[in-house]
């Protein structure tokens, strides 16, 4: 059987600026061996974007309901799912038009998922998100966020970015989620690791093991994914907070060796990233050691491939994810503590006092030289007057070779002032 449950809570940010809720779920069950569920999230920079929320997620799961079963076959639910992201955009215009309003001022996300027995139909658009338990017993990314190069989320009118598909593998749990909470499985600092998803967290909010779903009711279990949700850190997530779960207890995925369930090392994972980013920040303290610049991989670590929610949405999240990890005991916490992150700051001035000493050493550097540059050019200006004197100048090398020496150490001299000043701005 299905089972289901979804909650969808105000964010502090919202909630302290007397902003409303822009998130929306929708849970629709055809029976005991299908349900579906959509979520969308209002860009925060539209106006009445929690209005277009809510019609993208009723109006979708609404129409599938009324066009798909359990015999229809995958390619027609696909283009269902699809007519369902059109009938919702449009549904949005005749408000927008209804009301007087620009149509971008309802701009919103949807993630939409149809479960029939352990298979999965799914559609997509922006930078909400789904992940799936399969059969064998992994968590994976289903869908990708849809955001431009400066982070800028694509919402449900670009109806070129949708994407709409049938999950190749065997489901035993689906998990929707908008993107504050989507984030908080893919910390940071596990980005580039084998496993690059929280899997206690998401056994937390997925495996029917934690959650006991069929034994404890579906409104037990939402409550207490509602209380975990509610004791967030703003520091985590300070957006609107939606999640959603479909669990089918008829398939029992199997167990993984327990290296896959172990918690990541956070203190070891902190420090390599902290490397990294120091690697990055100031390449010129590491060619020695490296023989060139740093890796992809450091930059990776660094932040540098981090996208951030901005743009139209304005709600910009600054590496929230870094160092975090959460435990199903019903509470999510910070394995690098407060000491951890002052070591953090400690160690990253120190690299940065190192740096600037460098740098002082090479003004003296540039300085000495810069001395030396200014008599070269006065004693070569001063021959070439002598010179002139004695000779006239198209019979005279000298006037040849004092020009052109001239001129290499007056670049010299200006190229050294040039990069003094730059060092000194550095450092002051």
């Known amino acids: ?28 069950r055809c029976g005991r061996k299908m349900a579906i569920a959509a979520v ?48 919702a955009q449009r549904v949005i215009k005749n408000v927008s038009e ?28 922006g930078d909400s998100g789904m992940i799936a338990l399969t059969a064998e017993g992994r968590y994976e990314q289903v869908t990708q966020q849809q955001r431009d190069e400066e982070g800028r989320v694509f919402p449900l009118f670009f109806s070129d970015k949708w994407e709409f598909a049938r999950y190749g593998k065997k489901v035993a749990s689906v998990f929707l989620a908008t993107d504050g909470m989507l984030e908080t499985l893919f910390p940071l600092y596990i980005k580039n690791e084998p496993v690059n ?31 975990f949700m509610e004791n967030i850190p703003d520091e985590q997530v300070n957006d609107d907070k939606t999640v959603v779960v479909l669990v089918n207890t008829a398939v029992k995925p ?3 060796p327990e290296e896959y369930y172990i918690e990541p090392d956070w203190d070891g994972l902190r420090k390599k990233h902290e490397e990294a980013w120091k690697r990055a920040a100031y390449p010129g303290l590491f060619k020695d050691e490296q023989g060139g610049e740093p890796s992809e991989n450091d930059e990776a670590l660094s932040g540098k491939s981090v996208q951030t929610k901005s743009g139209s949405d304005n709600r910009k999240k600054a590496e929230l994810n870094i160092g975090q990890t959460a435990m199903p005991q019903g509470r999510l916490s910070y394995n690098m503590s407060n ?46 007057a002598y010179e002139l004197f004695l000779f006239p100048y198209y019979l005279n090398l000298a006037f040849f070779a004092a020009i052109y020496l001239s001129a290499i150490s007056a670049i010299c001299l200006i190229v050294a002032v040039i990069n003094i000043f730059k060092v000194v701005r550095r450092c002051g």
Request: aromatic content about 8%; hydrophobic content about 45%.
């Open 197 to 227: 998803i929280h899997v206690s967290l998401a056994q937390f909010f997925m495996d029917n093991s934690s959650l006991r779903i069929d034994k404890e009711g579906e409104q037990a279990v939402k409550s207490r994914i509602s209380d």
């Open 339 to 384: 000491e951890a992150a002052k070591d953090e700051k400690v160690n990253m001035a120190a690299s940065s006092v190192e740096a600037t000493a460098k740098r002082l050493g090479t003004v003296k550097k540039m300085a000495v030289y810069g001395v030396i540059l200014v008599f070269m050019q006065i004693a070569v200006l001063y021959d070439f």
């Open 98 to 125: 209804e009301k007087g309003h620009s149509i971008d001022l309802y701009d919103t996300t949807l993630t939409l998922a149809v479960l029939i027995r352990d298979t999965l139909y799914y559609g997509h658009s």
């Open 40 to 87: 969308a999230d209002g860009l925060g920079s539209a106006a009445h974007s929690d209005v277009g929320s809510k019609i993208a997620a009723a109006v979708s799961a609404e129409y599938c309901k009324r066009h798909i079963t359990m015999r229809t076959m995958p390619e027609l639910a696909l283009r269902i799912i699809r007519d369902a992201f059109v009938a």
């Open 254 to 256: 199997k167990r993984q």
């Open 1 to 28: 059987m299905i089972y289901s449950y979804g909650v969808s809570l105000p964010g502090t940010y919202h909630i302290k600026n007397d902003i409303v809720c822009q998130d929306w779920h929708q849970i629709i």
